[in-house]
């Protein structure tokens, strides 16, 4: 529209707000300040293992729980695996998973003590 067109206006007769949609986080507050734990750096690459999967026979129970967290940090897309489309895949070949860019915004605001 130019300037001297009718300009679009929303009216609304409401006495207070209203909650379109109540959704819960994907990643708990506690949860993602442990971000810098497993990547010192943006840009690093955590290193994975099949001890990490917990459906295989010999797995550790420590690093399954970690690789829980890991699972939901992919969830939230803040983290990816590298050269492989799923986390299973990169624990059994031995692969890395690094933060997405969205991953390493957070990672900042925990570092700066923001979040």
Not at 32 to 37: A, D, N, S, T
């Amino acid at each position: 529209m130019t300037p001297w067109d009718q300009r679009p206006l929303f009216r609304s007769s409401v006495t207070g707000l209203r909650h379109l949609r109540r959704a819960k986080h994907a990643i708990s507050d506690d949860e993602l300040r442990q971000i810098p734990v497993y990547f010192p750096t943006a840009d690093h690459d955590y290193k994975l293992n099949e001890r990490y999967e917990p459906t295989i026979k010999d797995h550790d129970p420590a690093l399954a729980k970690i690789f829980a967290l890991l699972q939901k940090f992919r969830g939230a897309r803040l983290l990816e695996p590298i050269d492989t489309p799923h986390m299973y895949y990169a624990a059994i070949d031995r692969k890395s998973c690094r933060l997405t860019p969205l991953g390493q915004a957070y990672w900042q605001q925990v570092r700066n003590k923001k979040f």
